[in-house]
């Protein structure tokens, strides 16, 4: 059974940096896939940045580009997101996922597997 686990949220000041974490278990392989979404209050849960295995490809929504950087390591099955230079408007809920099943990575619909969520506040 795959499973998601994110850790690194917390409460920081506008200009501020995080390092979220999500380590994958009960994978034999690593994902082709991880992705990182975030879903704000009142909003609908957006694609944030992706990750492919292989090539390494990674995406990121023009929102964050120039600020967050997406990572893995395939050893650890663990995907990392640091954002720098955080604005209060990235306040939101932060998600892990995993297995891309077909299409984009920025359709959530898209990925086999979801972690629980880490709580990201940015204050000005």
């Known amino acids: 059974q795959v499973q998601l686990v994110e850790s690194g949220g917390g409460s920081v000041r506008a200009g501020g940096s995080l390092r979220l974490s999500c380590a994958a278990s009960?994978?034999?392989?690593?994902?082709?896939?991880m992705g990182w979404f975030r879903q704000a209050p009142g909003k609908e849960r957006e694609g944030v940045a992706a990750i492919y295995a292989g090539g390494g490809r990674r995406y990121y929504a023009d929102s964050v580009k120039g600020r967050f950087t997406i990572s893995q390591d395939n050893a650890k099955k663990t995907v990392y997101l640091q954002m720098n230079s955080l604005k209060p408007e990235d306040t939101a809920m932060y998600y892990c996922?995993?297995?891309?099943?077909?299409?984009?990575?920025?359709?959530?619909?898209?990925?086999?597997?979801w972690g629980q969520g880490t709580q990201v506040t940015v204050s000005s």
């Open positions: 996922a995993a297995g891309l099943i077909s299409g984009s990575w920025r359709g959530e619909m898209n990925f086999a597997y």
């Open positions: 009960g994978y034999t392989y690593s994902p082709n896939c």
